[in-house]
């Protein structure tokens, strides 16, 4: 290894640690802001019963962190563009644990009859629908907006360097799906009238359910163009 | 080493990062959640009652997040069966966390006739006692059994690349017998009659001394097979 | 690689990792003990109001540990003087976090009018602005001293060894820029008789502003001099 | 390097970041716990009158973590007793660092006159004093006493290799000093008769003195004998 390479690798593994150890953080913030540690029987069932919309919490958390990993994999290289898109994407994961959490949470109340608990009341009919997919939506849409933007600065170095960036431009394709989804339900959801009938409000949700579509395609993607 | 390897290299330290991270962190929500910072010196003696139970806590949880460790010597590929298992790992040991700490502290508390203190009251009689062991035995159960699964993939992976899996098989039967010990206590509990005797609430709670024999044959079968 | 260098390897690494884990722990203590996680829409909107004032200490304190991951590339060896420094710089970090906090999101509420909440009143008039601006041009200060000693140490012994260290003396007066305008903004607040007229308590606040020339200056002499 | 050194440096890896990790958690446990986010300019000069409280045991406990990183510079090797050892380590720092900041702030209230805050109040006289210097000196014995165990665990596995392991004895008594003086220290404050006059409680405090001997020590055999 020339010395420029050991040292970008030097930046580029710290730049990686920060951000492996801000999302271990922002995963557990959700623990421990969000129920005190239980000190009788009834809290601890209380507390297991949120444990469903904490688990879709995690993974939905863990999914954009596993897009870093990814995108690093296909950008070596530490420059301030790969630097600040990161950074940006552990703010953007720090604002966004809380709406998250209280979306899941709710949705599982309600889903649930009531079984499930949830800290998180909805008192404020349609206005509060509104704010609320309007913040989620904007949040989502900025996380894997996010990305999209390192996996085009990616697919822009490499071409640079005149390497194969086809691995770069899938993903990047790949993520602008959740981002333009997150956008779609914000818009869709400060549009709606505030005199919408009740059903009209779970469409900005049920929006949401497009993305389980990216799974799989990430899946055969990589499956089929696997670096060889 | 070929590209391939390097990035699989980087994805697996990557998911290390962020499992050593948040076992760090839970290890130490047991302190910030469960005490308040003592601010006289009866405060602090109280809060030393506390350390045996939480030395327990401590260890067990480090004893998984060592499992998770040998697991990664046995399979050095980063696939996504690997990583998900992982991230399963970390947030079974996030929910683990608090009936843990409730099971021990309790049973110090009693152990002790009262004089380590316990900040959870068990007033609930039978019914409390058997909410609480089948929490903790299906915790103990999920952990264990995502350990075992871990070692299973990593089984089945090194038999399908021609690599010796005698290590991970040996692994794989040892964190069998935890999850096992953990589901037949939860079992236990939730069929004994709320009716039973006092002494009869203990089984469930014993049948986890059967657990002491596992370091041992770590050990052993280290000893005898290890890596040459 | 020699024996001693492999060592000075391994606790530059960990002393790297620590002081990565300590600055994305600094970011997220802002968010764990500034707000409650919000139980209504109306606290998710008020929280979401802080984050203007999040987004600008995220970035500021993000500065602040790039500096000491652009130290690292200069300076690979692990001796007690670059040790404590980054123990300082960790320790200035955490002490800093709070005035800065305050002082943001009090320029943002008083900037927006008010739109934007701060729970940070200031109600004690000239004197709190004194003290305000003093802790945080001191605060600043310190550590952008801090960063300017770790540079002035890696110049050091970069020459001692008889390396090329005109990057590091470069960074070296990059950041006794900061370390210059902080004292000087706390001096000049020290030194404010508290019968000032109410404008001139914002010359403190904008000798700040002339910190946005730091930027461009780095960027531009990096690609100069860039490391061949 | 052959396959087990490998794999043994990726188990003394991870087992560094884990101690990495939760020492940067433990300081900023004192931050979090010991003070609310101050919300006026009063309360932010009275949490920085704790800070030269804070700031001794920052570098207090950084001290014991650098030990631990001098210690894995002697024993590169992952076996289980260097594993437990140093897991214990971190369980006494987590333990530790409560009696450590009460200790200090209630010393730089008394010797500042009170001008520095602390929230610690010792009102019960005499016996209150005991209770503190026994916890105290108690946990600074396990501390360095944990330490002195993985420095003699060196010393023995190189002996054991036939490898030199001057380093790893002259650490070893080096790190029984504190071990040895924070014993005597919870002793004396044991043995002395509560009604002791109030010059005499001062002598277990002042045995700490006696550490600062240490510095300059580890510094002059490190530089006279440092590793060729």
Same mark, same amino acid.
């Given at each position: #290894?020339?010395?420029t390479e050991q040292r970008e690798g030097i930046e580029a593994g710290r730049l990686d640690m920060f951000v492996d150890g801000a999302f271990a953080?922002? %995963?557990?913030?959700?623990?421990?802001?969000?129920?005190?540690?239980?000190?009788? !029987?009834?809290?601890?069932?209380?507390? %297991?019963?949120?444990?469903?919309?904490?688990?879709?919490?995690?993974?939905?958390?863990?999914?954009?962190?596993?897009?870093?990993?990814?995108?690093?994999?296909?950008?070596?290289?530490?420059?301030? !563009?790969?630097?600040?898109?990161?950074?940006?994407?552990?703010?953007?994961?720090?604002?966004?644990?809380?709406? +998250?959490? #209280?979306?899941?949470?709710?949705?599982?109340?309600? +889903?649930?009859?009531?079984a499930l608990p949830s800290d998180f009341q909805m008192t404020g009919g349609p206005a509060d629908m509104r704010a609320l997919f309007v913040c989620?939506?904007?949040?989502?849409?900025? #996380?894997?907006?996010?990305?999209?933007?390192?996996?085009?600065?990616?697919?822009?170095?490499?071409?640079?360097?005149?390497?194969?960036?086809?691995?770069?431009?899938?993903?990047?394709?790949?993520?602008?799906?959740?981002? !333009?989804?997150?956008?779609?339900?914000?818009? !869709?959801?400060?549009?709606?009238?505030?005199?919408?009938?009740?059903?009209?409000?779970?469409?900005?949700?049920?929006?949401?359910?497009? +993305?389980?579509?990216?799974?799989?395609?990430?899946?055969?993607?990589?499956?089929?163009?696997?670096?060889?």
């Amino acid at each position: #290894m020339s010395l420029t390479e050991q040292r970008e690798g030097i930046e580029a593994g710290r730049l990686d640690m920060f951000v492996d150890g801000a999302f271990a953080f922002i %995963l557990t913030l959700l623990l421990i802001g969000g129920d005190k540690i239980p000190d009788s !029987t009834d809290k601890l069932l209380y507390m %297991l019963g949120g444990v469903p919309a904490f688990a879709v919490c995690f993974f939905q958390i863990a999914f954009f962190w596993h897009g870093h990993v990814r995108w690093r994999k296909r950008c070596h290289s530490a420059d301030s !563009t790969g630097r600040w898109l990161s950074l940006l994407l552990v703010f953007f994961a720090m604002i966004f644990v809380y709406p +998250l959490h #209280m979306v899941y949470s709710g949705a599982f109340n309600s +889903l649930s009859g009531g079984a499930l608990p949830s800290d998180f009341q909805m008192t404020g009919g349609p206005a509060d629908m509104r704010a609320l997919f309007v913040c989620f939506g904007f949040a989502y849409a900025c #996380m894997a907006g996010t990305l999209t933007l390192l996996f085009l600065h990616a697919a822009k170095s490499a071409a640079k360097r005149g390497f194969n960036n086809l691995d770069a431009r899938r993903e990047l394709r790949i993520w602008s799906v959740p981002a !333009t989804i997150g956008l779609a339900s914000a818009l !869709t959801a400060l549009l709606l009238p505030l005199s919408a009938p009740g059903w009209a409000w779970s469409i900005p949700g049920f929006m949401y359910s497009l +993305l389980f579509l990216i799974g799989p395609v990430v899946n055969r993607f990589n499956r089929r163009y696997a670096p060889a």
